[in-house]
Antibody, heavy 123, light 109 residues
Framework: EVQLVESGGGLVKPGGSLRLSCAASGFTFSNAWMSWVRQAPGKGLEWVGRIKSKTDGGTTDYGTPVKGRFTISRDDSKNTLYLQMNSLKTEDTAVYYC??????????????WGKGTTVTVSS | SYVLTQPPSVSEAPGKTARITCGGNNIGSKSVHWYRQKPGQAPVLVIYYDSDRPSGIPERFSGSNSGNTATLTISRVEAGDEADYYCHVWDTNSDHPVVFGGGTKLTVL
C-alpha cells in the first residue's frame, strides 16, 4: 500500500525556519516525482512545489508565493521528501500535504496524498 | 495567470445526480483532475485526465471536459459523497503550470 507520512510541523515565529519531512513507502520512491501542496485554514488548495526523480534530472519548481524561500529536496536512500521553509510569514500558516505526482506529456496530477502536517506561523 | 472557477456550493438530494462545474479559458484543451476532500481529511483523487477513475473510486463518479467547462458528475448521490471537491490543471506549457479551482462544497440534502 502506498503511504506518505508527513512530520515536522509546529509553531514558528515570523521570519523563522522549519523543515518538513515526508516518509514514503509502498512504491519505488526514487522513481517518483513528488510535490507539496498546502491548505490555509478554511481555504482551498495551493501548490507549493515539485521535485522530479533524479533520473529525470531531480529539478524543482515552485509556486510564486514561496519561490526563493522554500526548498524541496529528497533523500532516495531514506525514501524521504523534505520541504525547507525559510523566512516564514503568517500567511504560510497551513496544513502541508506531501503527494506523489503522476502523468506525462505536459499534463500531471497529484495521485496519492499524505494526511498532512500543520504549520502555524505566529508571534 | 490561468484561473479555474467553481461554484462555492452545490446541493442535491440522495439518489439524484450532482454536477460540479469548473470553468476556465479553453479548459477543453487541457487535462482536468478532480479531488474530493471530506472534513478533517486529506484530498483524494477521484478523476484524472478529464474522465479516468482511479481504482477504488465508484463508477458513480464521472468527468467530462469541453470548451470552457469541465464537469464532475456524481450519479446516485449518497450521504457519504458530501465533501469539498476541487478541480485541478497541471499544464507544463503554461506560465503558471499548477492551478486549483476554489473548491465546491457538495451538500447532500
Amino acid at each position: 500500500e502506498v503511504q506518505l507520512v508527513e512530520s515536522g510541523g509546529g509553531l514558528v515565529k515570523p521570519g523563522g525556519s522549519l523543515r518538513l519531512s515526508c516518509a514514503a513507502s509502498g512504491f519505488t520512491f526514487s522513481n517518483a516525482w513528488m510535490s507539496w501542496v498546502r491548505q490555509a485554514p478554511g481555504k482551498g488548495l495551493e501548490w507549493v512545489g515539485r521535485i522530479k526523480s533524479k533520473t529525470d534530472g531531480g529539478t524543482t519548481d515552485y509556486g510564486t508565493p514561496v519561490k526563493g524561500r522554500f526548498t524541496i529536496s529528497r533523500d532516495d536512500s531514506k525514501n524521504t521528501l523534505y520541504l525547507q521553509m525559510n523566512s516564514l510569514k503568517t500567511e504560510d500558516t497551513a496544513v502541508y500535504y506531501c503527494t506523489t505526482v503522476r502523468g506525462g506529456d505536459y499534463y500531471y496530477y497529484m495521485d496519492v496524498w499524505g494526511k498532512g502536517t500543520t504549520v502555524t506561523v505566529s508571534s | 495567470s490561468y484561473v479555474l472557477t467553481q461554484p462555492p456550493s452545490v446541493s442535491e438530494a440522495p439518489g439524484k445526480t450532482a454536477r460540479i462545474t469548473c470553468g476556465g479559458n479553453n479548459i477543453g484543451s487541457k487535462s482536468v483532475h478532480w479531488y474530493r476532500q471530506k472534513p478533517g481529511q486529506a484530498p483524494v483523487l477521484v478523476i484524472y485526465y478529464d474522465s479516468d477513475r482511479p481504482s477504488g473510486i465508484p463508477e458513480r463518479f464521472s468527468g467530462s471536459n469541453s470548451g470552457n467547462t469541465a464537469t464532475l458528475t456524481i450519479s446516485r448521490v449518497e450521504a457519504g459523497d458530501e465533501a469539498d471537491y476541487y478541480c485541478h490543471v497541471w499544464d507544463t506549457n503554461s506560465d503558471h503550470p499548477v492551478v486549483f479551482g476554489g473548491g465546491t462544497k457538495l451538500t447532500v440534502l
